[in-house]
């Protein structure tokens, strides 16, 4: 089945070849009437009328313009000898007419109609070599570019639906990656959180609370937690939980700011995970969380006045700020950067809208 490029291809031969014709043959015969003896202009006239007819035609049905083409032909052949001249009118309507069928009709049409024509001139106005080698070289060229520019818009189609199967891939590829840094944060954030509540306090471990931090943990990893990811949230709002349970004393001031439920999601994860690590790393006992809109977007800063850190010293291994931090923002479309020293650390989260 013919491609895109090809289809278009084959759609404006069909289209113009008629007419491209119809427009050369009447320019020629337009002169060739021009040329014709005085005695002779009754004559010249009627096959111009001829012409025209014929030209008429090929603007509409690709039959009748062919059976028309070439009764014009063989009109002019018998013509030739009552028109004077040096019979270039009829040569010329003959090369035209048989190059453009070669780019109409199938070999299977053209070959016997071209070969229909030279025989009607031979027999009309005499066999002459160098005319039957002029349309035959003519129409094998003709052939040849036609046969040459549908393989080239073969070769086109074949590209594009190559890069189309192969953006499909990388999309399907950039996709697969994204879940995966998604379920990789989670389950940093979430089980392996478990795992080191009970590995810290040992058999002290309350179970109930091991046991609803499972159930927590499982609803997230299976996707059954019920939070419709195509909604509308508050981050401020969404954001209240978090502080809340953490052990860190949280000043938190926010602006109202409507996000999808998928984005305030992953901002109320980074926040998460940026508590946890003041709560392990900083020395500090206290964060600031500020949340402010940003044009259509949302602008969450995370502060604290610990230790600090180096940022360009952390292994890439570590997944608590590039996974659960940085990748899991940019997976939905946003950025975090994260500044660090002595006596001031500063996570800045940011989704840009839309």
Partial sequence: ????????LLTAVARFGGPVRAVVVTVISAFGVLSVPTEALPLGLGLFGLVLVGAVADFGSPRAALVLAVVRVVALCAAQDQLGGTGQWTVNVLTTTAITVQWEWSPGVAVPTTAALLVAHGVLVGWDGATVLRVVVECVLARSAFRLLRRSSRRVDELRTRRAALERAEAVALERRAREREYLALLHDTASATFLVVAVNGREADPAEVAGFARRDLELLTGTSGVRRDSSVDVGSALRAVVERS???????SEPVLVPASVALALVRAVREALVNVERHSGARAARVRVRAVGDGVQVLVADEGRGFDVAAVSAHRRG?????????????????????????????EWPGG
């Fill in 321 to 349: 700020i590039r996974g659960s931090v940085v990748e899991r923002v940019a997976a939905v479309g946003g950025r975090a950067a994260i500044t660090s020293r002595p006596g001031r650390t500063t996570v800045r989260l």
């Fill in 1 to 8: 089945m013919p491609g895109q490029v090809e289809t278009e």
């Fill in 247 to 253: 052990p860190l004393d949280v000043d938190v001031r």
